[in-house]
């Protein structure tokens, strides 16, 4: 697993598409740098990009924080179908079925909705467009699910709308923004396919 930066304090690597998050990825970390490794955010089995660990109490705690006052941004490339348009600001209410692991636009609010939102640039538009995406909230499956109900489903995301061939969504964790050390710390990689032509 390619490893981005490590210090005595927090790893940040690049998640394989296929490793659990919580589970196995802090295992290969374990096995590649030694000492306890803490999971501090999630991203699908099925999606990869751009990690960060820590790896003792205090920088777990220290940037759990910094997550819950929103001061840790992260950013997304995905590929979808069709041409969303140039940019957007999306708001809206979402809806997790805990049983068929499936999330849903509603319209109104009730017990188990959550406001998700999220800012979105087109980097290259076609019968599939390349874009990259601010989350402000991070709710299960909300980029496929906000993109999916507007009819631009990721490619591969066949759980959502997706009738193409590829193996899983074409969606990756391209940058992640966070306070460390009394700085701010940016980490980002692109997968091949999200390179702008």
Known sequence: MEILYSDENLAVCIKPVGLDAEHQVPAQLQQQLGGEIYTLHRLDKNVGGVM???RNKQTAAALSKAIAQGEMVKEYVALVHGAPPPEGDWEDLLFKDSRRNKVFVV?????GV???RLYYRCLRTGE???VRIR????????IRVQFSSRGYPLVGDH???SRDTA??????S???TFPYGGQLRQFEAIPEWGKEL
């Open 174 to 176: 391209c940058c992640i």
């Open 107 to 111: 319209n109104r609010q009730r017990a």
């Open 159 to 161: 759980k959502y709308g």
């Open 114 to 116: 959550k406001a998700a």
């Open 52 to 54: 960060v660990y820590a």
């Open 167 to 172: 193996k899983e969504p074409m969606l990756f």
């Open 128 to 130: 599939q467009s390349l």
């Open 135 to 142: 989350l402000y909230t991070g709710r299960s499956h909300q």
